[in-house]
Structure formats: C-alpha cells, structure tokens
C-alpha cells in the first residue's frame, strides 16, 4: 500500500443510453457498424504485450451474414501457450507486488475507457460478432462491463478491509495474495462483458492469466483488449489465445503452476475439466482453485392470481431477447389453465409483432443465432416437436440458414411436463409451455423443482404473497437467481450476483466479493509486541 487508507470511488450502475431515434448513441453505434463492417479486422494473439502472428489462421464471419467476412484471427499451437504461461510467471514477479491502488487505477481507467471513446466501438462489435441488437449489446458489452469493473474494484477494497482482532499484546493482519502460479479464463460467445471479466477479475486481485475466448467472439474479444492496453495493464498480465480448445487446455492444466480456472460454458465441459484437474491433481503446486457457471434450463412458473400480460411479457423478453442464447433464458413455463387462454393471446400478438433480421435494422427484435451448429441443432429440436403427438408449436417453428442463422421465435405447447424440451438446454429462441390445472399448484412446483438437472435462475407470477412464499420455499434449490414477477433475465452487477448450482455451476456469484475471494489466497499475519523469556506457564509452579 502507498501512503495512505485510499478510498476508490462509489461505484455507481452505469446508465444503459436508450438508442431512441435521433438520438446521438444511436447514430454512433451505427457509424461504428457500417465502418467495421465494411473493414476486414486481422487479430494476432497477445503474449507478453506482444502482437503474435502465427499464419494460421481462421475467419471470422456475422452470424446474421454468415458468407461474409470481417476479419481473421490466427491461432496458436503448444508452443504459444507455453510462451504464455511463461510470461505470465515471469510478469507475476512485479504485478502480484504491484500496489494494489495501481491495480484499481487501470481497472477503473478501462471502465471509463468503456463508457467513453469505447462505447460505440465495443457495442457494434458485439453486435456484428455475436448479433445483437443495440440494446443488447449496450447492457452487456458497455454497461455490465464497466460495472463490472467499477464495483469488483470497490468488492476488492471491501475485501481487504475484512480484517480480525488484535489486543494491546499483538496485532493481528490479514494479506490478501494472488494465487500462486498462474490462472486459467475461458469465456463464452455470448456476453462480451463476462469474456472481459473473467480476466479482469483474477487480475485486479494481483493474478496473472492466460485467456482462451471462444471462437465466436474473438471479434469482440480484441477490443476488449484494445481497452485493457490503453488502461495500462502491463505486458504479460493478461495473454490471450485462440484455437483448438482442447491442445490448449491441456497444456495449460500440464502445467504445476497452474492455480485456478475461471470459466463460463457448456455443463458437459466443465466436467471435464474438473476431472481433469483431479486426474492432475498430483502434480500441482497447490490445491487450484475452480470456479464456473455452465448451463440452465430456466423456468417461469404463474400462479392463477398473476396478470397474464406480465406473464406474455416475461415470457416474450425472458425466452427471445438475443435469440434466447443467454443461460438465464427462459425455457419452460407453467402456466395455470385459468389464465392461460389470456397468455396465450397476449403471447401470439406479442410475437407476431416481432420483427426478425440484421441488428443494423433497429426494429429488429430477434436477430440470429450464433452459429451452424446452434442453428442444426435447434432446428433438429423444432422438427421433433413438429411430428410429436405430445407437443403443438402455437407460434414459431420456422428457421433459414441461408443467409444467416435465423430461427423464428418458437413456443411449443406440451401436455407432457417431461417432454425433452421441458428438460433439455437448447440455448435458442424457443420455450415449451406446460398448462397445469390450478388446484394442482403445489404439486406443479415440485414438478419444476425436479424436471431439469440445472438450477441457474427462474420466476414465480403471483399477486398472492402466500403463493409467492410457497413458491420460494419450494424452489429453495432450483434456482441461484430467483425472481419474483419478473422475467429470470437481466441480473445487474451490485443488485443482482449472479450464479446457480446443481448442474449450472458452483454458484461463486459473479458481479459480488464472493468471487473476488475465490481469487485469492489469504495469509495471516500476528505480530507480537513483548515476546515470553521464560517457557514456563503459571500452573507449573
């Protein structure tokens, strides 16, 4: 610490701009679009502050236009992830020593960074990378993002501050290091914000990491680290890497240096990893640390005292908005029989109104789905659904791959509470509706506790407090975001920590000091002021 107790500044939500017609941020964001989207964008590795070009290299093309090319990006082999671990151990030397109000000073920079000369830039990445519409990627890319940063730096100091009792005899301290070794971030396609975090966080504690992005956001992923080399984050501290997921993971968990993993990704992956981890678990220098938030099956329950426009209007925002391809979407619903002819209309008039296409095209509230093998497997789901007995699509059920991965948004009505899209994760626009008698509410609420093997978010509707207590009680387990006449959608960093359990992950709360903590590795400290000269207690005498 420098010369003094600092106190960083209040972290505040940054204000999520409206994109309204006229407005500035959209005429920026769209100047932005139509540059980048004309450009063709080359992205190098970064090891140790270094621009790396390897000749290998892979396209990168919008989802929403999938023929044409924006950029390349060149990929690594094992040479190149070992480089970066290299550099990360050697940077750790001075960066885990670095004050920790210099740490926050470049985080906080990168925040502003963001919300300034950034903002147009990040979002239209987003949009063009992952096919966003404006509003999304301004909630995620800018908005989360610098929230992320702004409140993890205030989480850190709050983090250090938690300190234990000393007496006139000693004083005790407790330090708060960087894990020993380096840290392993591997972020998902679809928030630009928590590709930027997983990093950021484990580095503002005092760690170094090496960074795989997904393939299908490395568009996104350059300018984030754009901003962090313009915020002043020193070489070799965050190194990032792209290309076969598997030859790089293994090389990274070869490692004995390797300390902690920080991921956000499929279930099925996760566990892999944690077995793997185990299988090397005898060749670490220490116990490392696993933190990841996988997957969801997320639900909206009604109850027959909700209004049924709130429960059309959850379902339309909570299962559609970006494609459904958020893990916290909505998936399955229950609704009572008394009011679901009245959800049901408000629902199919909703959605008729839905307009689908470019998120250039602002009046587009759906876009298209991040890839080919997204779009196959969703479209293999609605074509099951179209010649099942037991399910009726109501509204949807049309996809083309033509010019990009468009699938309509679909709601498929089932009069089987397990029909396979009742249970499993689709990751798209598409939500599985189960009408259940109203006296059989209670037995419906153990139903949506057992139905699915993830517990990541879900909703109750309900104007009745007695069903809303029942409802919370039931589900105890079933959710880590538990919302209450709400869409399962939507957690804001300082309002709303997010994560689940069960099969969505180890619930570490990101966007909360309950994750900082997992990044660290306390030492405690007691200095006594007088020592004993003499061995011998008083009860020998």
Known sequence: ????FFKVPVAKNEAVLSYAPGSTERKNVLSAYKTMYQSKLEVPLYINGKHIKTGATQTMSPPHDHQHIVGTYHTANQTHV???????????????????????GIFLRAAELIAGPYRAKINAATMIAQSKTAHQAEIDAACEFIDFLRFNVQFMTEIYADQPQSTNDAWNRI?????????????PFNFTAIAGNLPACMALMGNVVVWKPSDSQVY???????????????????????????MITNTVLSSPDFSGLHFTGSTFVFKELWKQIGTNIHNYKTYPRIVGET??????????????????????????????????????AYIPKSIWPEVKSY?????????????????????????????????????????????????????????????????????????ETMSTELFGPVITVYVYNDEDYVE???????????????????????????ATKALVNA??????????????VGQQPFGGARASGTNDKAGSAQNLLRWVSPRMIKETFVSPKDYKYPFLD
């Open 175 to 187: 330090e708060y290091r960087p894990l020993e070794g380096f840290t392993y971030a591997v972020t």
């Open 479 to 492: 959710a880590g975001n538990f919302y209450i006449n709400d869409k399962p959608t939507g957690a804001v």
């Open 295 to 332: 997957g969801g099956k997320d639900f909206i329950i009604a109850h027959q005292s909700a209004y049924s426009k709130q429960v059309a209007t959850g379902i339309v925002r909570g299962a559609f908005e970006f494609q459904g391809q958020k893990c916290s979407a909505a998936s399955r």
């Open 444 to 470: 419906t609420l153990k139903l949506v506790d057992q139905t699915s093997e993830y517990a990541l978010t879900g909703a109750i509707f309900s104007t009745d407090r007695y069903a809303i207590d029942q």
């Open 220 to 246: 996104s992923a350059k300018v984030i680290m754009d901003i962090f080399n313009e915020a002043g984050v020193p070489p070799g501290v965050i190194n990032v890497v792209f290309g076969d997921p598997v």
């Open 1 to 4: 610490m420098g010369k003094g």
């Open 82 to 104: 070992e480089q970066a671990i290299a550099t990360a151990l050697e940077a750790r030397k001075t960066w885990a020593n670095l004050p920790w109000e210099h740490r926050a």
């Open 347 to 419: 629902l199919l008039e909703d959605i008729a109104s839905i307009q689908m296409g470019s998120p250039e095209d602002l009046s587009n509230f759906v876009t298209a789905v991040i890839h080919e093998g997204s779009f196959d497997k969703i479209a293999s789901y609605i074509d099951a659904a179209k010649e099942s007995s037991e399910v009726d699509i109501i509204a949807g059920g049309g996809y083309d791959k033509s010019k990009g991965y468009f699938i309509e948004p679909t709601v498929i009505l089932t009069s089987n509470p397990d029909y």
